[in-house]
């Protein structure tokens, strides 16, 4: 049972236009949503997050959605950039749980064409 | 400073045979955890410590892995006789909080 689907495996955009990559999850516990970018060979790096009382946070380039009656969220990258091509995963947890482990998406793979 | 460490950074082994790797954290965090990616898959979590409480193992898929952690510093898992199921990519990472983590590179376990 898979609690956080990325359900579009790859994406291309073109250089400067706007990436927009989307998360669904089904656990309504789940109350605190991170999105990771990947590089080959390399570990999961935070990118941006968003507490469930909010329904949007905004770093720079970075914006994150985030709609919880319809369990959604969505990353959008404007300008996207080459150097943005890489695999981004969507990854949640239930604050106060104990853990506060992240149940991770199967990852969306960017490509940013010059 | 210096980011979460781990070693080695790639490991091939035998079916049957045991392996240890190693997590060095980012000094001062308390928090961290093991997760293992499998082709084509998200991150699994796998086992978490927080400083001396008893750990949280709920996500180890069998007897055959443990972990440890001395303290806040470094961290071992363990897998006894390897399966190729076991083969992926054994993440650790590294939390000061409840909110971020922060992952090391990974080590890339290749059973035969």
């Known amino acids: 049972d898979q609690q956080v689907k990325q359900n579009s495996p790859s994406l291309s955009v073109q250089e400067g236009r706007i990436s927009i990559l989307n998360c669904d999850y089904t656990?309504?516990?789940?109350?605190?949503f991170l999105w990771y970018k990947k590089y080959p060979a390399e570990g999961p790096t935070f990118l941006i997050s968003i507490s469930s009382i909010k329904d949007k946070n905004e770093d720079g380039r970075f914006t994150v959605f985030l709609n919880k009656s319809a369990k959604h969220l969505s990353l959008h990258i404007v300008p996207s950039q080459p150097g943005d091509s890489a695999v981004y995963f969507c990854?949640?947890?239930?604050?106060?749980?104990?853990?506060?482990?992240?149940?991770f998406g199967k990852g969306t793979k960017l490509s940013v064409i010059p | 400073g210096a980011g979460v460490s781990q070693s080695p950074s790639n490991k091939v082994t035998e079916k049957g045979k045991d392996v240890e790797l190693r997590c060095d954290p980012i000094?001062?965090?308390?928090?961290l955890y093991w997760y293992r990616q499998r082709l084509g898959q998200g991150l699994e979590f796998l086992i978490y410590f927080q400083g001396n409480s008893a750990p949280d193992k709920s996500g180890l898929p069998s007897d055959r892995f443990s972990a440890e952690r001395t303290g806040e510093s470094v961290s071992t898992l363990t897998i006894q006789r390897t399966q190729q199921e076991d083969s992926a990519v054994y993440l650790c990472?590294?939390?000061?909080?409840?909110?971020?983590?922060?992952f090391g590179p990974g080590t890339r376990l290749l059973v035969l």
């Open positions: 656990n309504s516990m789940f109350d605190y």
């Open positions: 990472a590294s939390s000061p909080s409840w909110k971020t983590q922060y």
């Open positions: 990854a949640a947890s239930v604050a106060g749980a104990g853990s506060y482990q992240l149940t």
């Open positions: 000094s001062g965090h308390t928090a």
